[in-house]
């Protein structure tokens, strides 16, 4: 559904990618659909966000595209090829030097006892990026300073545990850039951070992408970041993108009920959030789940239809689309009024929801 500007290079694309865990044993194992046919792409200098509940898949398509697993279905391609063939070991190595990942938390994934040129100086060793003792420091004082960690040389030899949290992360930036990657998966990495500190981590991230023409896959909960950061945001529940439109447009006229009763979350202290979701029903089932919406018993908007079919995508013009029957299939056999983005019919159900 993403219309890419004609000057930008699709880099990472899921063609339809699921991933199915067997669970329980015996004569009659079942499965749990942590991801179910997904798609989308991502640009050189785009960023595109990924905002869910936990549990809805979001980490599950980073750890599949980063090759940290593999899928039970579909197709992952970078530059237009397809990376989940047979692979000689340099072609697989080569597509690690291209797609990187960083992780939620920045402790973590780093190991305590090297110091932070030892972390930087593998990934370099590993993809060939430097020759010489002499260009090994070099290059790792030079990827500590384009994360504004300085003086390089004296950062360089401590250990993680002696940087604050938000020096680790740009840390763990470093690495990432280590390779010279024109893919960085970002799972959650301002989470764990102090607000104080979150902004300059995205404002380094955005600096990067201008700079080096990297696309950015940005899984959060925070939504508010995704708006800041995000070019393109998608809305996943249990399995499924629901929805997905350029992130201004998206957070002013959400058209999803999920998406709607996202926006009107509240968050509480610990940054979670509150709404009307922990109020319905418990999780989506994802073991064997029933057909139809998954949001279906959730859904202040719920019709017949819902549990009967998932709905297809439907556009809502240009670079915009959102999986609903109150768009989709309800609107066209008159089983519902078709709505538009943000219309009054389910976001004042959702509103009635959240203030109950």
């Known amino acids: 559904m993403t219309i890419i500007k004609p000057e930008s290079q699709v880099l990472l694309e899921a063609q339809g990618i699921s991933k199915y865990f067997q669970v329980g044993g015996g004569f009659r194992p079942k499965q749990l659909r942590a ?120 950062v360089a030899s401590r250990y993680p545990h002696q940087l604050s949290g938000g020096q680790r992360q740009r840390v763990a930036i470093a690495r990432a850039l280590a390779p010279g ?38 899984i959060t909960h925070d939504i508010a970041s ?36 996202l926006l009107s979350a509240v968050p509480d202290p610990n940054g979670s959030m509150k709404s009307a979701l922990n109020a319905k029903s418990g999780a989506p089932k994802l073991i064997d789940p029933p057909p139809g919406c998954p949001f279906a018993d959730r859904c202040p908007s719920v019709m017949a239809v ?16 959102v999986r609903c029957h109150l768009f989709g299939q309800g609107a066209a056999t008159g089983t519902a009024s078709a709505q538009e983005p943000g219309a009054a019919g389910p976001r004042s159900a959702l509103a009635e929801g959240a203030a109950s």
């Open 226 to 261: 995704a708006r800041y950061f995000a070019d393109r945001t998608m809305v996943m529940y249990a399995g499924h993108i629901v929805e997905g439109a350029p992130s201004e447009e998206l957070m002013l006229k959400p058209a999803h009920p999920y998406t709607q009763l």
């Open 35 to 154: 991801l179910n046919e997904v798609s989308f792409s991502l640009s050189e200098r785009q960023v595109v966000a990924l905002v869910g509940e936990s549990g809805s898949g979001k980490s599950t398509i980073a750890r599949l595209l980063v090759r940290l697993m593999d899928p039970s279905g579909g197709k992952i391609l970078f530059r237009g090829q397809d990376v989940l063939r047979e692979e000689p070991r340099h072609a697989s190595l080569s597509y690690r030097s291209q797609v990187q990942m960083i992780f939620q938390d920045p402790f973590g994934s780093l190991n305590p006892v090297h110091t932070i040129g030892n972390h930087l100086e593998r990934p370099l060793m590993l993809h060939g990026k430097a020759k010489s003792a002499a260009e090994l420091r070099d290059r790792v004082h030079e990827l500590l300073a384009t994360v504004d960690l300085s003086p390089a040389a004296d």
């Open 306 to 321: 819902c549990r009967q079919e998932m709905p297809g995508a439907t556009p809502l013009g240009q670079d915009r689309w």
């Open 181 to 218: 990657p024109s893919v960085i998966l970002a799972d959650e990495p301002i989470s764990m951070l102090d607000v104080s500190i979150r902004v300059g981590v995205l404002n380094l991230m955005e600096r990067l992408k201008e700079e080096r023409g990297i696309g950015y896959l940005y």
